[in-house]
């Protein structure tokens, strides 16, 4: 294994990097002719972990993708005059006052999903689960519903910060229906009109109180826990009976029947003398939109367990094809950041025709984990089974590796001078310098002197993995671009 060096003090002010480190670089990012501020906010940007999230919810048609289009200054949400456009939640990076954070547009509650109540519950319950304040939109033009009673009384359990949206309010005529609204019980009332932008700042400043500066890491090392593992894949490839084979004991119910899961189940279990907390979560069955009742609430229960995870395990069932479900799960897990496991369940039940053309599907349809451990077991049997544990630890390590930035800029500069860009419009971009500013997972950020294309993005990621491991990670690659203006421009 490569010679991978580990971060200390991850909640230092500069990221990952330490006062020596810090200082050595600023100053090599000056002798470049890049504004010292510009490198900060980079290193800010990439070094910060995860962002504050924000969550938006309400009623359906109350205007709550059309506040989100305003609050990240572009129109990204779909946005069309008629309930229940927005189906799956969708998350976009927005700043004020020089904060950044995330925001979740949810969508309005299907009225015929498993009955009002329950359908509520499961849309604002994940929503709120996983954020750290709270947006609530109220049409005042309608005023107070049932619906918004009902949600209130979920935000008042879920007990985080909320700031109240009186939406639709277009003049003075309407500020006497946004004063209704006190009645909710939820604060003051930030009259705004999301379509023409009225208010907004107001609301804006509001939410920046409510929002904490960094949000509390959630991983269970963090915390003194056990590391957090979710086993997650399609209804019925496995899991529960996987998580009894690794526990040595029945404690999740299994039956042939798929999806027989529809909760998280946290599983405390003790392997090679160190204790795990395994989280067996409801199968992931087609798109959200598409499910039903208790299928649609474990999908978001399941969305919840892995944004709470360090080490996703997938679960994927060898005997049948690979197919888009298994895709939109591995995309999941990556875009949440986790680190990563593919297992590969029911393996002693195929032939060698089975097994040649598993290869071929694994080479085409997951290739965007080509970097995950891979254990090929069988969850009745339990062949393979110590196999899993190796697996977690070598993904977990890979997703805690930091490199120092000497090290990474000696790889860079051997990396560019082998490999340089290739010339486009006749100019060549060149990496100037870079470090890793972040990880679990590693993320890295490249000052440039041009837009470096992106399969020269994907080859440096190549070459980062061969050279320092980074093995059951995902890497994230940010890029900035110095301004036309001379090295050490004086102004």
């Not at 509520?120 to 918004?148: K, N, R």
Request: net charge negative; glycine share 10%.
């Amino acid at each position: 294994m490569n010679d991978q060096i580990h971060s200390e003090g991850s909640g230092h002010e500069h990221g990952e990097l330490g006062d020596a480190e810090y200082a050595e670089f600023m100053e090599l990012a000056a002798q470049e002719g890049f504004d010292p501020e510009e490198v900060e906010g980079a290193l800010d940007e990439a070094g910060h972990g995860p962002l504050p999230v924000l969550a938006v919810v309400g009623r359906p048609n109350v205007g709550k993708s059309t506040l989100v289009n305003r609050i990240i200054g572009r129109r990204e949400a779909v946005v069309q005059d008629k309930p229940g456009v927005t189906r799956d939640r969708v998350s976009y990076e927005a700043e004020w006052a020089g904060r950044r954070f995330k925001v979740v547009d949810t969508g309005g509650w299907e009225q015929d999903v498993l009955g009002l109540d329950a359908s509520v519950a499961a849309q604002a319950e994940y929503a709120i689960e996983t954020a750290d304040a709270v947006v609530f939109v109220v049409d005042s033009t309608v005023g107070a519903t049932d619906t918004d009673e009902a949600v209130v009384k979920l935000l008042r359990r879920a007990g985080k910060p909320v700031v109240l949206c009186a939406n639709k309010v277009d003049g003075q005529s309407g500020e006497a229906d946004a004063t209704a609204l006190w009645s909710l019980g939820l604060g003051e009332p930030y009259p705004v009109s999301s379509l023409h932008g009225r208010g907004t700042g107001d609301m804006l400043d509001a939410v920046l109180e409510a929002l904490p500066e960094a949000p509390a890491q959630k991983f269970g090392t963090a915390l003194g826990g056990p590391r957090r593992i979710a086993l997650i894949g399609r209804p019925n490839v496995g899991k529960s009976s996987l998580l009894n084979k690794v526990a040595g004991e029945d404690r999740v119910v299994v039956n042939e029947l798929a999806g027989t899961t529809r909760d998280p189940v946290d599983e405390l279990i003790n392997l090679g003398g160190i204790t795990w907390k395994f989280i067996d979560t409801a199968g992931i069955r087609r798109r959200v939109h598409l499910q039903e009742g208790a299928d649609y609430y474990a999908s978001l229960r399941t969305a919840a367990a892995v944004e709470k995870a360090e080490v996703a395990v997938i679960l994927i069932d060898s005997s049948e094809s690979i197919s888009v479900q298994d895709q939109r799960i591995v995309t999941m897990a990556v875009e949440a950041g986790r680190a990563v496991v593919v297992a590969f369940n029911k393996w002693d039940t195929l032939d060698e025709e089975r097994r040649y053309y598993l290869e071929r599907e694994i080479e085409t349809e997951l290739a965007q984990i080509s970097w995950a451990p891979r254990v090929n077991v069988s969850a009745v049997t339990g062949r393979h089974m110590e196999k899993l544990v190796p697996a977690i630890e070598t993904a977990i390590e890979g997703w805690e590796t930091r490199v120092p930035t000497g090290r990474l800029n000696a790889f860079l500069g051997e990396i560019v001078a082998a490999h340089p860009h290739p010339v486009r419009g006749g100019k060549q971009p060149r990496i100037l310098f870079g470090t890793q500013a972040g990880t679990k997972p590693p993320r890295f950020v490249l000052f440039a002197s041009g837009f470096l294309e992106h399969g020269y993005r994907r080859f440096i990621e190549r070459r980062l993995r061969e050279e320092f491991g980074f093995e059951g990670t995902p890497i994230h690659i940010s890029v900035r671009v110095r301004e036309k203006r001379g090295r050490n421009p004086k102004k």
